[in-house]
Nanobody, 120 residues
Framework: QVQLVESGGGLVQPGGSLTLSCAASGRIFTIANMGWYRQAAGKERELVARISKDGTIKYADSVSGRFTISRDNAKNTVTLQMNSLKPEDTAVYYC??????????????WGQGAQVTVSS
């Protein structure tokens, strides 16, 4: 069993910044991809950013140049730095991780979600 615990989020004015952090714990052999998804009210969950163990990164077009994802493999953590936030960034943000619990067993884990609201 793997647990992902998120922190950060909250209310910020347009143009402001927020940082989301996520820590994985439990039965972890190694973690492949870690990432962040978001789900706005009435919309489907979408990928925000993803980072592989070797540091390969993918951003959604809507956040490229404004958001930065990073990870600490030694601590099993992933961070999303969000700058120049817009009202359309308002959503619940979910941390995700593709975790190998053993050399051959894989588990896709999700955090509990963190509300990000961008409003004046």
């Amino acid at each position: 069993q793997v647990q992902l615990v998120e922190s950060g989020g909250g209310l910020v004015q347009p143009g402001g910044s927020l940082t989301l952090s996520c820590a994985a714990s439990g039965r972890i052999f190694t973690i492949a991809n870690m990432g962040w998804y978001r789900q706005a009210a009435g919309k489907e969950r979408e990928l925000v950013a993803r980072i592989s163990k070797d540091g390969t990164i993918k951003y959604a077009d809507s956040v490229s140049g404004r958001f930065t994802i990073s990870r600490d493999n030694a601590k099993n953590t992933v961070t999303l730095q969000m700058n120049s936030l817009k009202p359309e960034d308002t959503a619940v943000y979910y941390c995700s991780a593709h975790v190998f619990t053993t050399a051959t067993s894989v588990e896709d884990s999700w955090g509990q979600g963190a509300q990000v609201t961008v409003s004046s």
